[in-house]
């Protein structure tokens, strides 16, 4: 059986670096990008290079879903007052999509950016905006874990943890659920299954009675059930807020986080709420995380393409500072339309 492959990317073209990141179903070969499969968006935080995007990103999909119209929503996940950005925006511009969307709102803590920067933005009221328009849940911090459940369905949890920025941010944290282990042929021999459909249904869960009246559990004749994949992505930050963020990073099988200056201006990055290289490889070896994928470079760093041999100022110093952190485990610099696969473990 094939399996789907689920693909997170940054809408991300020369103006905007770093754009939402949106988790879809692709179906056709990878590479070739099917906008209307998205189901999904999340927003890290309301910086104009995060999120822009957005609604031309809305427009794209409708347009390419042609005249099919949907009942599906897509549903958006991002910080409070974005679903009147979302709004206004469709409506300013007369769009009428094809398919509905919700937005779902995270409400931030004070705690997330600095005082004079906090704007509530959760009961900005759309007194003119009809209620039903992009309804969606409105979600509060669970204290107790330190994160907010946002999607819990047959095959993902995603949940976001609290980062500290200019104006408030989020990671956010993507987990496969765990899939049923592999049958034991050799108990299914001892406790007299026959193959054929019982195989199949013990596999997905279900427990099946024997000819001679015996309840065969799945439990029975599982191996252990195989862990999920688990990728993280940080938005804009100078440090996370509590401890949400290395509870759902732990071992991640992949790390994005960003790296806007080198180590020399550390400094500079924290007061404009960014990370250099160390900060950021200080986090994944918090969490243990398998791989560090930095992004999110100042312009003032030349891409590997355009850097002569034996400069320093070019983007691979700061692979470098980042993989000193990390005993020289290698860490990627992310680019445009870079695919990285994560296999599915057995
Ligand atoms: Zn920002
Ligand atoms: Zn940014």
């Given at each position: 059986m ?6 997170l990317?940054s809408?991300s073209?020369?103006?905007?670096t770093?754009?939402?990141w949106?988790?879809?179903q ?5 590479g070739?990008?099917?906008?209307w499969?998205?189901t999904k ?7 104009g290079?995060?999120?822009?995007g ?32 979302i709004?206004r925006?469709?409506?300013l511009s ?10 779902h709102e995270?409400v931030?803590?004070?705690?997330q950016?600095?005082t004079?920067e ?11 905006s009809p209620p039903?328009d992009g309804q ?9 874990e ?6 819990d369905d047959?095959?993902f949890v ?6 500290f920025?200019?104006?408030?941010s989020?990671?956010?944290s ?7 282990g592999k ?7 001892d ?11 013990l596999?997905?869960g ?15 004749v599982?191996?252990k ?6 990728i993280c992505?940080?938005g804009d930050?100078?440090g ?7 509870k ?5 099988d992949l790390l994005?986080?960003?790296a806007?200056l ?7 990055a924290k007061?404009?709420?960014h990370s250099?290289?160390?900060?950021a ?10 791989r ?6 100042s312009?003032?760093y030349?891409?590997v393409?355009?850097?002569r041999e034996?400069?320093t100022?070019g983007?691979?110093?700061l692979?470098?500072q980042a993989?000193?952190?990390?005993d ?5 610099l992310?680019?445009d339309?870079m695919v990285i ?5 057995k």
């Open positions: 094939q399996h789907p492959q689920y693909i990317v809408l073209n020369p103006i905007w770093y754009g939402p949106k988790l879809f692709l179906v056709l070969p990878p070739v990008v099917i906008f499969r998205i968006i999340f927003i890290t935080h309301l910086h290079d995060h999120f822009f957005l609604p031309g990103l809305l427009c794209t999909i409708s347009l390419q879903s042609g005249s099919t119209v949907t009942k599906q929503p897509i549903e958006i996940y991002g910080p409070a007052g974005l679903r009147d950005f709004w925006t469709m409506e007369h769009t009428e999509l094809v398919f509905p969307y919700v937005v995270l931030p803590t004070a705690d950016c600095p004079e906090l704007k509530d933005f959760v009961h900005v009221n759309r007194a003119d039903k969606g849940r409105t979600i509060l911090l669970d204290s107790e330190n994160s907010y459940l946002l999607v047959e095959q995603v949940k976001a943890f609290r980062l920025h200019r104006i408030p989020f990671g956010f993507v987990m496969e659920k765990k899939r049923p049958l034991n042929a050799q108990k299914l021999k406790l007299g299954v026959p193959p054929g459909p019982a195989y199949g249904k596999k997905n279900i427990s099946v009675v024997l000819e001679n009246g015996v309840t065969i559990s799945p439990q029975d599982l191996k059930p195989i862990v999920g994949r688990k992505i940080l930050c100078s996370v807020v509590g401890d949400g963020g290395v759902l990073c732990f071992e991640a994005i986080h960003e806007t080198d180590d020399a201006q550390m400094d500079k007061e404009h709420g250099t290289p160390q900060m490889a200080a986090f994944a070896k918090l969490c243990q995380a398998k560090l994928v930095l992004t999110h470079f312009q003032r030349k891409p393409a355009l850097a034996g400069e100022d983007i691979v110093e692979k470098k993989e000193s952190v990390l020289l485990q290698e860490v990627t992310a680019e339309f696969g994560i296999p599915i473990k």
